[in-house]
């Protein structure tokens, strides 16, 4: 079956840019995670969603950085305002439940210039 | 502060070698704990360890927990060059996010 699927692959955008980042989770998970990672560092935990509502966002940078997932399945991190310092490889993860293992997604490498 | 640290860093061995990678925690409300190996992009999962002293097996790679020295150990034999990738360690907290060390870079040369 299909697995986490994320667009773009790879994103480059001029600093003070607004940026889109889509995700689409394994079909019937309902848990969704956002990581970010940078070179050399494991993931970073930004929020994550049980069904529709972030059920903790306390991962976010400041609050350029906002996520939705209004059906309880896509889910669009959105960064404003975009920093040389946002450039990373933002990891996108689906679970059935929360607890369980975590299938990630191949990321979208965001370069801000 | 909730924290998950691999060691080594990173490791350069050859074809055949055994490998044994470490990762020790320090995290309040201990769910599980989880290996995965990133080659590119994705993570992929390994192994799920909740109950120390439990051995799990996937072909030339094993692991276990020790819940009560806080550590757990992935082991690889008879390495192979489709070994060489990111190895992380993640802890995951409550049922919620993971918490992930930095990783090991394992590189096997043939």
């Known amino acids: 079956g299909a697995g986490v699927s994320q667009t773009p692959s790879n994103k480059v955008t001029e600093k003070g840019k607004y940026v889109e980042l889509r995700c689409d989770p394994i079909s019937g998970h309902t848990a969704l995670y956002w990581y970010r990672q940078s070179l050399g560092q494991g993931p970073e935990f930004l929020i994550y969603?049980?069904?529709?509502?972030?059920?903790?966002d306390s991962g976010l940078p400041n609050d350029r950085f906002f996520a939705v997932r209004p059906e309880g399945s896509v889910s669009t991190l959105k960064i404003q305002r975009t920093e040389r310092g946002d450039s990373a490889v933002y990891l996108c993860?689906?679970?059935?439940?929360?607890?369980?293992?975590?299938?990630f997604g191949p990321g979208t490498r965001l370069t801000v210039l | 502060e909730d924290k998950v640290v691999q060691s080594p860093l990173s490791l350069v061995v050859h074809e055949g070698d055994t490998v044994t990678l470490n990762c020790s925690y320090e995290v309040t409300n201990f769910r599980s704990l989880l290996w995965y190996k990133q080659e590119k992009k994705a993570p992929t999962f390994l192994f799920m360890l909740t109950s120390s002293g439990i051995e799990k097996k996937s072909g030339r790679l094993s692991s276990i927990l020790d819940k009560k020295e806080l550590f757990s150990i992935l082991n690889i034999t008879a390495t192979q060059t489709g070994d060489s990738a990111v190895y992380l360690c993640a802890v995951d907290q409550a049922g919620t996010a993971l918490i992930f060390g930095k990783g090991t870079t394992l590189s096997v040369s043939s």
């Open positions: 993860a689906s679970s059935p439940k929360l607890g369980g293992e975590q299938f």
């Open positions: 969603f049980q069904g529709t509502g972030a059920a903790d």
